[in-house]
């Protein structure tokens, strides 16, 4: 039996070691390297923000003279509810939706007043709608309601469809069917702050 010399242990240890601490190196250096590179695609997505951020800075004073411009505009005036109180506001809202809609050719089944609602130095009146019609009742509903004077808007539009057979005179239903809408909206316009 050949016996272990205490340099060829030694050496066999140091070898040990030496592979012990080459492996824990190279997995030293692989977390380095991903943390490197998660610092740098953050560094990327941060300037790629500033950026852009400088890019909005930059375009304020043009945004801001034209804001000041609209607001000197005499016609702007015009595209403000004319009335002197949100109540009263809101109520001519609801005459004038019930207009367009019938008008259209549609059914209102229910509006609803929102509570005013003060934005960027003005009144917004809402009124929410629910109405039922056809498609081409609802494009000249949305037509007349976007398309007047004082500006109004239209927002959180949800139509749902459905087939519907229609009764006859006689009293049986139809060979066709037509597609009826159920259409909820919330519609709104502004009062000058000043009016409230």
């Known amino acids: 039996m050949k016996t272990v010399s205490w340099g060829q242990r030694l050496a066999a240890l140091l070898l040990l070691v030496l592979l012990l601490g080459g492996g824990l190196y190279l997995l030293a250096q692989r977390v380095w390297i991903d943390r490197y590179r998660y610092y740098q695609g953050h560094l990327e997505q941060q300037t790629n923000r500033l950026a852009q951020l400088e890019r909005i800075t930059a375009s304020r004073d043009r945004i801001q003279q034209s804001i000041t411009r609209i607001q000197q505009d005499r016609n702007a005036a015009a595209q403000y509810l004319p009335q002197s109180a949100p109540a009263v506001a809101a109520a001519e809202l609801q005459q004038r939706v019930k207009s367009v809609v019938e008008a259209a050719g549609g059914t209102l089944r229910s509006t ?78 502004y009062l000058r702050k000043g009016k409230a």
């Open 112 to 189: 609803q007043v929102a509570p005013p609602a003060e934005e960027s130095g003005a009144i917004k009146v809402a009124v929410s709608v629910s109405l039922t019609g056809d498609t081409e009742s609802l494009q000249k509903i949305l037509y007349e309601l976007e398309a007047q004077t004082p500006l109004l808007f239209v927002d959180n539009l949800d139509v749902t469809a459905r087939e519907n057979r229609p009764r006859l005179a006689s009293g049986r239903l139809a060979n066709y069917s037509r597609i009826q809408l159920n259409v909820q909206l919330e519609i709104s316009g």
